[in-house]
């Protein structure tokens, strides 16, 4: 397994800041993500040169992006498939070989908005291997639920594979137990991150402190011969109370190599 941690880390630093801490820190790659904000790259193709430049010095374990394609809305649905093929285009520029999406929130029944993910996630699928690109779904909003999941992965092209994040799961109420022997062959990427419930919320937390079975998880990709990333999220960006980063990655890490 190779490791790498997600950019939401350092919604502060410029990209060349974050690369430095990737080499210095020890990991094998950096999950860079890619929104409208420029946090740290804008979605847009070609890739403007000087952020080529500065990425040739990591790896990318992936791009995760923000294409969401559940809505109803078709207008919604065009932007996100445009969206989506950028990302495409943008990974196979870069070397990146997967990128994440999201199914999203589902506005009207699980049947229908399954089908918009899928209907949409096919028709780029040979577009994605013509440029030697996965496009990966993250296990995320109503995905996270095993039944939601296991009725979108029975409408997806086998060639679209999976984000699994175990914490969003466990949220939603699953185990790893169970989920897991249901997914294993579509697994590309994994993001890892624990936590503890306080006041019904999620509040994120050292590893081993938490609910996350993060030794169990890693056994099991372990047991199927996982050669892939797996991710430490350290959403700094949307919870900037979270311990500082660079103090927390290297513990995360650490720790992975001592129970992978």
Known sequence: ????????????????EVV????GFGFDGVELRVADDG????????????????????KLSDLAGYARFSSPDQEEGRRNADLLRTLISM????????????????????????????????AAADFAEKNGVKIMIETHDDVAKLENLMLLLGKLDERIKLVYDPANMIA???????????????????????????EGKRVYCRPGEGIVPIPEILRSLKGIGFTGYVSVEWEKMWHPE???SDVILPVYLKYLRRVG
Do not use: C, W
Not at 20 to 23: D, G, N, S, T, Y
Not at 39 to 58: D, G, M, Q
């Open 1 to 16: 397994m190779l490791y790498a941690f997600t950019t939401l880390a350092y919604p502060n630093l410029k990209l060349i």
């Open 20 to 23: 430095e801490r990737v080499k």
């Open 39 to 58: 946090v740290h790259v804008k979605p847009s193709y070609p890739v403007p040169k000087e952020v080529k430049e500065i990425l040739r010095e990591v």
């Open 91 to 122: 990974a196979a520029e870069l070397g990146a070989p997967g990128i994440r999406v999201y199914a999203g929130v589902f506005k009207d029944d699980a049947q229908s908005a399954t089908s918009r993910v899928a209907k949409a996630l096919n």
């Open 172 to 198: 939603a109420g699953e185990r790893h137990d169970e989920v897991f022997p249901k997914i294993r062959g579509r697994i590309a990427h994994v993001h890892i991150k624990d936590f503890v419930v306080k």
């Open 242 to 244: 979270l311990e500082d």
